[in-house]
């Protein structure tokens, strides 16, 4: 890869799902986030290392303390899975680092801010970022000369999931 690639949208825009979509097949280390949901209603999400595929709670609404919207973070459970997914991604310089997300919640975390920006520094990471997020650190990970960042909607979603396969050719 010649740049990082980071996927920003509307919530549920399909960024993860592209995200999955563009890798498989591929060798790849690092997080995916999902939702859980109870009779239809989200309640929480799952942070998983894509390669070992532990996983943990990591925000519900069950959750206190640190607190992002309606979701508490914990903030501990996250770092224990994020960060040794993302610094196995760092060391294996054949894969390509997934990170889903850089969103307002993970960011609670310095430890993960610290280990995407080395991320970054390989130029192999895929993947998204919040888009309405007022973070300082967000900011500064869309302005870096060395990633591209790919706005996704439901009309142009074919051709950037073109563009992307075509750069990691």
Not at 114 to 129: F, P
């Amino acid at each position: 890869m010649k740049y990082n690639i980071l996927i920003t949208g509307p919530p549920a825009s399909g960024k993860s799902t592209l995200l999955q979509e563009i890798t498989n097949g591929k060798n790849i280390s690092g997080i995916i986030t999902t939702e859980l949901r109870k009779d239809h209603e989200r309640w929480g999400f799952v942070v998983a290392d894509v390669k070992t595929e532990r996983h943990t709670i990591m925000a519900s609404t069950d959750i206190k303390p640190a607190v992002v919207g309606k979701y508490g973070v914990d903030v501990f459970a996250f770092e224990k899975i994020a960060v040794p997914a993302i610094e196995a991604g760092i060391k294996d310089e054949n894969s390509i680092i997934i990170i889903d997300e850089i969103g307002n919640m993970e960011l609670l975390s310095e430890k993960f801010k610290m280990i995407v920006e080395k991320a970054l520094g390989t130029k192999r990471v895929i993947g998204t970022i919040s888009m309405k997020s007022r973070d300082e650190f967000v900011s500064k990970v869309k302005s870096r000369k060395d990633t591209k960042i790919y706005y996704l909607t439901p009309i142009n979603r074919e051709r950037v999931r073109e563009e992307i396969l075509t750069a990691l050719d």
